[in-house]
């Protein structure tokens, strides 16, 4: 038996623009989720992927010596099939194996179980957790896997294997990765709060992308809010480039802040995480902001040290 363990993510500066080349700071997360792998006798793949409260969500089997699928079922509430989840899984597979033409290519099969640590619905990456792990399995390049078979910047990857935070950025068309010690001495005045629906990243970046223009000046505008995000002295100091980051990505995409539309008598800075309009947000406060958001309706609400890994 192998098993595979990646950490989530999330992107505290450089939404969209760092699709750009802008220097973005991201987190990897205290939640991931880990992938198993045993050996058959058969030549077929069995996958079942679980969700972090031990419930089965979508089973499939693939014939190995054709590559193709042979069954699959989808249970769960929300929308999607098990077809197209399928099939989106075997291209990944077979992207693996065009990379490394010896993955997935023996007289055996395997057993595969994937299992989260946190609410699918979240949005902390069960994508790139299982894109991560797979090229691991595979002993390919997991940035290569994830362009070849997605879009995305390639931020949440990053994450997947590094366990510290990072600066992160595309240049010449291959990802650049700092590790840096992002560990503010005010962690315990941030919070991380979920807005109850998830954000589809895939629909926000196609949406960024249709937006004509350049950015020169705001992707540099946002490379140095994001240098000065690890070396802010104070909470008002951070609070500044948050807001300041708000109001530079509002102009672009052309959408009120999070804080303009839902929370506009919050006391404390408030900042979107990745694609705008769901998923969780950043917010600076107290020990009142728990309650301020609970009677708004917002239930998930985690402490900086109980987020980042």
């Known amino acids: 038996m192998r098993n595979f363990y990646s950490n989530g993510k999330l992107l505290l500066t450089g939404e969209y623009l760092v699709l750009e080349g802008a220097k973005a700071l991201a987190v990897p997360t205290s939640f991931g989720q880990d992938l198993v792998v045993e050996t058959l006798k058969e030549p077929e793949l069995v996958w079942g992927s679980y969700t972090h409260s031990g419930n089965c969500w979508f089973e499939a089997i693939f014939d190995l010596s054709k590559f193709r699928l042979v069954s699959c079922t989808y249970t769960s509430d929300t929308q999607g099939n098990a077809e197209r989840i399928a099939e989106t899984l075997l291209e990944i597979l077979k992207e693996a194996r065009s990379l490394n033409p010896d993955f997935l290519n023996s007289d055996h099969g395997y057993m595969v179980k994937t299992a989260l640590?946190?609410?699918?619905?979240?949005?902390?990456?069960?994508?790139?957790?299982?894109?991560?792990?797979?090229?691991?399995?595979?002993?390919?390049?997991?940035?290569?896997?994830?362009?070849?078979?997605?879009?995305?910047?390639?931020?949440?990857?990053?994450?997947?294997?590094?366990?510290?935070?990072?600066?992160?950025?595309?240049?010449?068309?291959?990802?650049?990765?700092?590790?840096?010690?992002?560990?503010?001495?005010?962690?315990?005045?941030?919070?991380?709060?979920?807005?109850?629906?998830?954000?589809?990243?895939?629909?926000?970046?196609?949406?960024?992308?249709?937006?004509?223009?350049?950015?020169?000046?705001?992707?540099?505008?946002?490379?140095?809010?994001?240098?000065?995000?690890?070396?802010a002295k104070s909470l008002k100091d951070l609070e500044i480039l948050i807001m300041e980051h708000e109001r530079i990505i509002s102009s672009i995409i052309q959408q009120k802040t999070v804080k303009e539309r839902l929370f506009p008598d919050y006391f404390g800075a408030i900042k979107s995480l990745g694609a705008w309009g769901g998923d969780f947000v950043l917010a600076t406060g107290n020990s009142a902001t728990p309650d301020y958001f609970k009677n708004k309706g917002f239930e998930t609400i985690l402490s900086y040290s109980e987020m980042v890994l």
Do not use: M
């Open 117 to 231: 640590n946190f609410p699918r619905n979240w949005g902390l990456g069960s994508s790139s957790t299982l894109i991560n792990s797979i090229a691991s399995w595979a002993k390919v390049d997991p940035f290569k896997l994830l362009w070849n078979s997605f879009k995305g910047s390639g931020y949440d990857v990053a994450c997947a294997h590094n366990d510290t935070p990072i600066f992160y950025q595309i240049s010449d068309q291959k990802p650049l990765i700092n590790q840096i010690d992002f560990n503010p001495v005010f962690k315990d005045q941030l919070f991380f709060i979920y807005l109850n629906q998830k954000q589809d990243s895939k629909e926000g970046i196609a949406s960024f992308r249709e937006r004509k223009g350049t950015f020169e000046n705001e992707i540099q505008l946002i490379s140095e809010i994001s240098e000065s995000f690890l070396t």
